[in-house]
């Protein structure tokens, strides 16, 4: 990898090095464009919450490519972490099937004042996870991601060259983008629930893909 690699031809080097990673993010993203933009009726605070939530989760998730492209692995990892937070918030929202708690969940979540310390799910972060049977991934993904995100010098993803530390790399980016996928796939599932809007079969089949470590 040149530093000096013009922008295009960097980001050219970057999706060939992690082609299959990016693959199945470009495959992710088409499903998703699709329906992003379709209207769809908000019937309750909860189908709006929902909403609202997952076209933040779709925005972040492209965020991820645009900085993963260009080589930035700390920035594409805290967009990575901000995907992960607002897929089990999502999570939450949808975990309880009645719909009066989940009315009640929704309205909390409009309300919540975030200059207060008090989350509108009523707890940490970690609490959050743990809410929803996912205590594991707050161990495995977002402490890791929490870390790089806070620039904790062991967590770095600088390399080095010749001695010189380079502010961009081309070689790590496969389980960025695979994870940014398999994140924004779980949440799609749980808005597809409500809506009905995206192809039922081909996001359970990228699903299953974004879980396979031996796709990748």
Request: charged share 25%.
């Amino acid at each position: 990898m040149d530093e000096n690699d013009t922008p295009s031809s960097f980001r050219a080097t970057v999706i060939n090095t992690n082609r299959s990673g990016f693959d199945l993010f470009r495959r992710t993203s088409e499903l998703l464009e699709e329906v992003v933009t379709k209207p769809r009726p908000h019937t309750s605070r909860f189908a709006l919450a929902l909403d609202v939530l997952f076209l933040q989760a779709y925005k972040t998730f492209s965020g991820v490519y645009f900085l993963a492209v260009r080589g930035h692995g700390e920035d594409a990892a805290t967009l990575l972490r901000r995907l992960l937070e607002i897929t089990v918030q999502i999570g939450y929202l949808t975990y309880d099937p009645n719909p009066s708690e989940r009315e009640s969940r929704a309205a909390r979540y409009f309300a919540h004042d975030p200059d207060h310390r008090r989350t509108w799910w009523k707890g940490s972060i970690r609490d959050l996870f743990t809410s929803i049977g996912l205590a594991s991934t707050y161990d495995q993904d977002y402490r890791l991601l929490a870390q790089i995100s806070h620039t904790c010098a062991k967590r770095l993803l600088f390399g080095v060259q010749n001695g010189s530390i380079l502010i961009r790399d081309a070689e790590t980016f496969t389980p960025t983008v695979v994870f940014a996928s398999r994140y924004v796939l779980g949440a799609a599932m749980k808005w597809n629930e409500v809506f009905n809007l995206l192809d039922a079969p081909r996001l359970a089949a990228l699903s299953d893909e974004a879980i396979n470590p031996l796709k990748f």
